[in-house]
């Protein structure tokens, strides 16, 4: 492929190393310091009485016997959180999942709140509190939910351009696509149907919500909360408590993993006017149970795809029909699986229609590369049956149809320079294709897409006096990206890695910032600290300039120290940035550089995964043997921390891939909702998960950078399917291909 | 409830608390002695996220009670450095990028400090098993498993110089750079 050779070419000095990380040390002995290891003086024990019923009028909440226990300051109900935002749908939505208005909508939906002087007190009080339920009918199932006699879960829904006076669980329906389907059908020689299920999984954190709310009379307040986005939580506290912006400030702790479920709020509004109530700061910790059961989970999805392609190996036409639920809000999650679902393929007639669906289950959140991993299940899993109806070699046939650079992608836009082609290419030269299998083996690859996004962001960077940088950004770091983004300013201004402080800085020390999501954290804050950084440079030459007593055209900047250029300043010694400082309070006072930017830019990431299994063929038991991720990164700023996004992503798929899900019993009541039956996978689980960076920069970034941290959850559902099908000789279509749906398939086959 | 009085030792310290009889000692680790390295994963035992070793065996503090610890020595994840060297474990878990949030590491380093002390010398097998009750989500646990192999041959190789055997050729302290496939 031919890049931008102002990329290709670009040298860097330390971009690239395997540097120890700056939070290494405090997060080996036990120093970090997560949302629930803060502490404030008088502080209380919040906690928060959840509903039982999947669906249930709230007649009456009595809370006054809790009110008079002893030791309780506070009690609230969804009457202490009035609409504060002039009945804004998208706001209210948010505030009645905090807290339920009337109607509990799935089992574990917060109904009422406490904050009392220890945990044994709020727990008393939460059994003191009697709430008059009238069990509704309820449903869990999306396909259930798209009928029309099921029972509604949000009665002002109506589906744009449907029946307005009709209620309907179907929040939104999106389309996407190009070409002439009918004509790219006609056209083909093979044409194949399937269609899948995917079952609803947890982000799995191993930190639960927690924060630490303080709110005075004043109506100034604190928020210590482990979060993707302080500034996003601020933002949504404020208004759904009807506080000033400038007067809530909000600090991220460190964060004990998020992929997507802390990208918004869900109990930190209750812990702030509980504070608010009792006027004494509010400590609040989700258990796991309530994680499970209240916050975080992505979709589950029903799936029809049909691929139409000729004899020669090319796709005339795809289509997808998905159907996601959103749990009891709307949520656009539908939509993000039709953009995905063809990305990777240059396909002449595509269409996807998407569904977003209500069901009785907690509000959907983000779960990395939302959307995507159920739709490239669907669309790999089906790409695999067509290369081998044609007789392809299934890397072949998608390199064949791979996109590419100029290539009109089916959610819209055409794609600048791409790497899926150059992952396949890499997927046919890994040495893993060549191992040979074993019985019961099978190998399986697939294919994935993620947008990646940019957004509002800024960064201080301040020079101290000795020479030692500190850099605040706004983006929370979940995985390591202080390090990158002190390797950033390290090579921006041109002084060593270890001189570098990066903090991230609360809501009071720097504007607004996008949550941490999208994998945008390196990408945008890693921009924002290098215009900060040139901004500083400007200034440091400038001050360069006043010592040296030359002229600032003639000062550059070079290696770290201000160069006067020209023959007449030959005899003049570079200053070092040290020197420089120095020298600041006589020069002009302190030197730092600011930049402000909506970081647009972001680069799309496809990765290409590889997967051998074994299946146990009397258990059903499959267990993963070898598994190879190939990804894009455009460039890899800490390339040990790359390999880590890699990594864990590819763990997080295969374990849905293979175990978890959301079981819902008839009652509508989940059944799981812990460790030990919600089974994430454990060390003994997998093997070591190779990985190879492939860097095609993205023109939309100083360094070429591409978000990498979402993306590799999206093939392994498909890859792992692949592989579990050639391993049995049956297709697999519903995910988790736990033990007893791989022996039911091995069954319904024979 | 009346409090129970406990006297204990934890990480090295002479240590005493009073606590509910039904209290747990991760509660008592974390609101009592101010001891938060210990995390709350779960509650259940499930997520290996508060472990710590009691007389040298490691338990989920979420599954002891405080009461429970009268007499014996407890090991937090506080207590694996030595003033300020770092625990061969921790510098490798470190080198290594062997954690990425962070939150699950304090439980690892104290149940693979549990491992070495048994089994100087672990397979990776037998590393990923004695590791199955330690739960990371971010990390496909790659990274600790080469990182605790890391820390098994460093401690293998300094035990070796110590009794005499080394050869003297071989650096303890040699990082153990990964090569990108």
Redesign the interface.
Known sequence: MSHDASFTNQKFKVIGTRVPRPDGIDKVTGRARYGADATAPGQLVGMILRSPHAHADIRKIDTSAAEALPGVKAVITSADLPDKVGGRRDMLDILENCMARGRALYDGHAVAAVAAIDAETAKRALKLIKVDYKPLAHVTDVDEAMRDDAPIVQPWVRTAGGDPNKPTNVAQISQFGHGDLDAGFAEADVIIERSYKTEQTHQGYIEPHACLASVGPDGQGELWVTTQGHYTFRTQCAALLGMEVAKLKVTSSEIGGGFGGKTHVWMEPVALALSRKANRPVKLVLTREETFRGTGPTCSTSIDIKIGARRDGRITAALATLRYQDGAFPGIWGMLGAMTAWACYDLPNVKSVAYDVLVNRPKVAAYRAPSAPMAAFAVESTVDLVARELGMDPVDFRLLNAAKEGTRASYGPTYGPIGIGPTLEAVKNHPQMKVKLGPNQGRGMACGFWFNFGGQTCSTVNIGVDGTVNVSVGTVDVGGSRASLSLIAAEELGVPYESVKCTVADTATLGHNDTTEGSRGTFSSGMAIIFACRNAVQELRARAAKMMDVPVEDVHWENGQAVALGTQHSNLQPLTLAQIARKSPQTGGPIAGHNEVVADGAGVSFASHICDVEVDPETGQTRVLRYAVIQDAGKAIHPDYVEGQFQGAAAQGIGWALNEEYIYGKDGRLQNPGFLDYRIPVCSDLPFIDTQILEIPNPGHPYGIRGVGETSIVPPLAAIGNAVSNAVGVRMTHVPMSPPRILGAIKAAR | MAGVHVSTTINGDPVEFVC?PGEVLL?VL?NRIG??????????G??G?CSVTVDGRLVCACLVLGAEVEGRSVT???G??SGGE?HPL?RK?????A????????GF?VAAKALLDRNASPSE?E???A????????????????AVQAAASELATDATRKSGKASGSKSGRKST?KQ??
Do not use: M, S, W
Not at chain 2, 93 to 97: K, L, N
Not at chain 2, 132 to 137: D, F, H
């Open positions: 509910q509660d974390r001891l938060t390295g210990a995390k709350e994963g779960c509650g259940t499930d997520c996220a937090t994840v506080e694996l450095a770092l921790q878990f470190i080198e290594h990028a954690l990425q949030c962070g939150i699950c590491t304090p380093l097998e590393i990923r098993y590791l199955a009750g330690n739960l990371c989500r971010c990390t496909g646990y790659d990274k600790i498993v080469r750079k990108v496939a």
